[in-house]
């Protein structure tokens, strides 16, 4: 039920502007992504930002979308990864000032849950 009133509320945002839109879509991929990858049992480890919020943490972020890219379980949401991809142009803050990372590996779910909150955070400025 938890699921089902989170899609509705994702879905009514999506009238709302288009690159809202395709972040609520974004976000609905992501969802049903981290359910494929709770019940995976490949074990995958991705470099994992410790703090989200850090700048200099971006790239980072890109490149563990791009390992979980080639996850073959991943490969039902190309579409999240065409749509990622375009609107990475306006999620890429100055990425040459960026500096040193604080990562972890940690399991495909926990990365997509900060991916999750990245894209959040990211559609609200």
Do not use: W
Request: net charge positive.
């Amino acid at each position: 039920m938890k699921t089902h009133l989170y899609l509705l509320l994702l879905a009514a945002g999506i009238s709302a502007a288009p690159q809202l839109s395709s972040m609520a879509e974004l976000l609905i991929l992501l969802n049903q992504m981290h359910e494929i990858m709770t019940k995976d049992a490949q074990n995958l480890r991705i470099a994992t930002p410790d703090n989200i919020d850090d700048v200099n943490c971006v790239s980072t972020i890109f490149e563990g979308t791009e390992q979980l890219r080639t996850n073959p379980a991943m490969r039902k949401y190309s579409v999240f990864f065409q749509k990622f991809e375009k609107l990475k142009q306006s999620l890429t803050p100055s990425l040459a000032k960026e500096g040193k990372c604080d990562t972890e590996r940690k399991s495909a779910t926990t990365f997509i849950e900060k991916l999750t909150t990245f894209i959040r955070k990211a559609s609200k400025t």
